[in-house]
């Protein structure tokens, strides 16, 4: 009796850890690359800008995207982030597949793009999917679990069977339609093989009025929730994704991608963790806690490390956002390790900026990042100044309510998030030779 019970056991341990290893095979596994709003690739880019304009308005939209977040705001996604990102993917909608440019926003809980018949449509430069050509396409009724779920769905019973939504933005702009059903098909950029996901929620728009610029059709939100693109892939990538950012404003500009799945995990030798809180005003963003920051030796302690995080991260927001007294004294110990004569600031809402002769070397101290758990984030030169004119450097950091980890801070840095196990990983590296 005690050697089958012994054999029971063994066979269940056995079964168990086979379906552990087949689950783990089953992951999907795939990068897509990801287009900067000011790449020629882009349906943003205008020739005719030059190269230190693009810089400025990215700053611009920067702030702009920052100061909502400054207000005060429960974030219910009847009002969230203004539309404007730094990001676009490709992707795939319907079966036939109909290719779609959506804007990549980091804090928003679902999918959605503009659907024919349109009572109000942006202008696109691309053609309007058509729901009706879709064979995979369904819509939702209005008792499945995903209508009732989602803080953005809805339903009119006496007017209508199916489930719609709406989403309102911070800049006023809006889009609403139908809460649907189809197959997102992704193309893995290092394989050029096509990913299907059939059965995803998507939001197909027959109303969007406001700001979204005609270039994109919608957006993919990216942000912690059960409907955004990486909510609904969990089931098949583990819930594991990654990016890691180019330099955007120096050099040859090199494809920025992103990463999911086994390809999503940050496990390489020398990068840091730290856990993601979850936010309870902003549970879509990706908070953590920031400790510290140092300029080499000299450390600046961050005001509060509270339950709630004190900092998120975002590839959407240009420049870094800190407290008052954090930035203040960022700024001083600038002043202090920079030798280089301080000028004027070309672009408003940056404060310190210092001259430069084209050609020649100068020192910028490296700064420190320093997060709950131990972990310390090298940030360079790259990631703390920007060239704003040819003989003008800036600090890429300004004062702000709310604390954002930007993108020019995250260049050059593997950005690796676990919404499984709640973690969020740096790793310092060559991201232009990153694939």
């Given at each position: 009796m005690t050697m089958l019970l012994r054999y029971s056991s063994f066979l269940i341990v056995f079964v168990f850890l086979q379906h552990i290893s087949f689950s783990k095979a089953l992951k999907s596994s795939f990068s897509v690359e990801m287009i900067h709003r000011d790449s020629p690739k882009s349906p943003y880019y205008r020739p005719n800008e030059t190269h230190f304009q693009r810089v400025e308005n990215a700053i611009l939209r920067s702030i702009h995207r920052a100061n909502y977040f400054n207000l005060d705001s429960n974030d219910v996604e009847s009002t969230i982030t203004p539309i404007s990102g730094e990001f676009l993917v490709n992707y795939s909608v319907g079966t036939p597949p109909f290719h779609i440019l959506g804007i990549v926003h980091t804090g928003s809980r679902f999918i959605w793009m503009q659907c024919q018949p349109c009572?109000?449509?942006?202008?696109?430069?691309?053609?309007?999917?058509?729901?009706?050509?879709?064979?995979?396409?369904?819509?939702?009724?209005?008792?499945?679990?995903e209508c009732l779920s989602s803080e953005n769905a809805f339903c009119d019973f006496n007017n209508r069977?199916?489930?719609a939504y709406k989403v309102s933005y911070g800049d006023g702009s809006t889009s609403e339609g139908d809460f649907s059903w189809d197959t997102i098909t992704l193309n893995s950029s290092l394989e050029d093989v096509p990913v299907?996901?059939?059965?995803?929620?998507?939001?197909?728009?027959?109303?969007?009025?406001?700001?979204?610029?005609?270039?994109?059709?919608?957006?993919?939100?990216?942000?912690?929730?059960p409907f955004s693109l990486i909510g609904q892939l969990k089931p098949k990538t583990g819930g594991t994704f990654s990016y890691c950012l180019t330099p955007m404003y120096e050099g040859d500009r090199k494809p920025s991608y992103l990463h999911f799945g086994d390809r999503g995990e940050v496990t390489i030798e020398g990068a840091v963790s730290t856990p993601l809180i979850i936010n309870k005003a902003r549970p879509t963003k990706y908070y953590v806690v920031m400790e510290a920051i140092s300029v080499e030796s000299k450390r600046i302690e961050f005001p509060r490390n509270g339950e709630d995080g004190n900092?998120?991260?975002?590839?959407?927001t240009t420049v870094t956002c800190l407290p008052d007294e954090v930035y203040s004294s960022?700024?001083?110990?600038?002043?202090?390790?920079?030798?280089l004569p301080r000028t004027d600031s070309p672009v408003k809402s940056l404060k310190l900026c210092f001259g430069i002769t084209p050609g020649e070397e100068y020192h910028?101290?490296?700064?420190?990042?320093?997060?709950?758990?131990?972990?310390?984030?090298?940030?360079?030169?790259?990631?703390?100044?920007?060239?704003?004119r040819e003989t003008i450097i800036c600090l890429a950091f300004r004062s702000c309510k709310q604390a954002i980890f930007g993108n020019l801070a995250q260049q050059d840095i593997l950005v690796g998030y676990d919404i499984q196990e709640n973690t969020i990983k740096f790793l310092n590296t060559d991201c232009s030779s990153e694939l």
């Open positions: 009572k109000n449509c942006y202008k696109e430069d691309r053609p309007i999917f058509d729901p009706s050509t879709s064979s995979t396409y369904s819509s939702m009724p209005c008792v499945a679990a069977k199916h489930c299907a996901f059939p059965q995803t929620v998507i939001g197909c728009g027959h109303n969007n009025v406001g700001t979204f610029g005609g270039q994109g059709s919608g957006v993919v939100g990216l942000g912690n929730s900092i998120f991260i975002d590839s959407g960022l700024e001083g110990e600038m002043v202090n390790a920079v030798n910028i101290p490296t700064v420190y990042a320093h997060f709950k758990g131990g972990g310390t984030v090298e940030l360079h030169s790259i990631n703390t100044f920007v060239k704003v």
